[in-house]
């Protein structure tokens, strides 16, 4: 990797630590016949986001870490995923999993989220795939601690506004 490619990467990473500590949800509905509602809560953390890499934060504290392709790929990607996040569709696997399709240039980022609970979620899998499925969501929020509800994401997400980071 150059040192241009190298300073972007990082770049990159550095904007990401901005969206440490805020709480996006998801509602949507289950396909069945009675057309149930669920939701999904999930705080986005450089915890979530080093999970799915290959070295660990202190790797990257001391910048002694080799990205791979797998590592460039997330980084290159999340930061718009996570700003598209209101284009995304989520396709209802089963009760406590759905998968979320996010559009990044031509193609979509599948998260697989699992092991869904009142205060836990888990991203089982990042990866880059050509088809999304499922439907729109009913609503994508971001949550306001000041006012303690949800708002509209990413309209009303201002980084860096207190008011929108959850803090210890």
Do not use: H
Not at 16 to 23: K, M, P, Q, S, T
Not at 99 to 121: C, H, W
Request: net charge negative.
């Amino acid at each position: 990797m150059s040192k241009f490619e190298l300073k972007d990467f990082e770049q990159k990473m550095n904007e990401l630590l901005d969206f440490d500590g805020i709480v996006l949800a998801v509602w949507g509905m289950k396909p069945n016949y009675n057309k149930e509602k669920f939701a999904v809560s999930f705080d986005i953390g450089i915890d979530l986001i080093l999970d799915l890499l290959s070295f660990t934060e202190y790797d990257f504290e001391e910048k002694t870490y080799e990205p791979n392709v797998s590592d460039i790929f997330i980084i290159n990607t999340f930061y718009e995923c996570l700003m598209n996040f209101s284009n995304m569709t989520v396709e209802y696997v089963g009760e406590n999993e759905i998968n979320i399709y996010v559009p990044v240039g031509d193609a979509y980022a599948e998260l697989e989220i699992r092991d869904i609970e009142y205060l836990t979620v888990t991203v089982t899998s990042y990866k880059k795939v050509a088809f999304c499925k499922g439907d729109k969501p009913i609503k994508v929020g971001i949550y306001d601690f000041d006012a303690m509800r949800y708002e509209k994401f990413p309209e009303n997400f201002v980084k860096g506004d207190s008011k929108f980071y959850c803090f210890g």
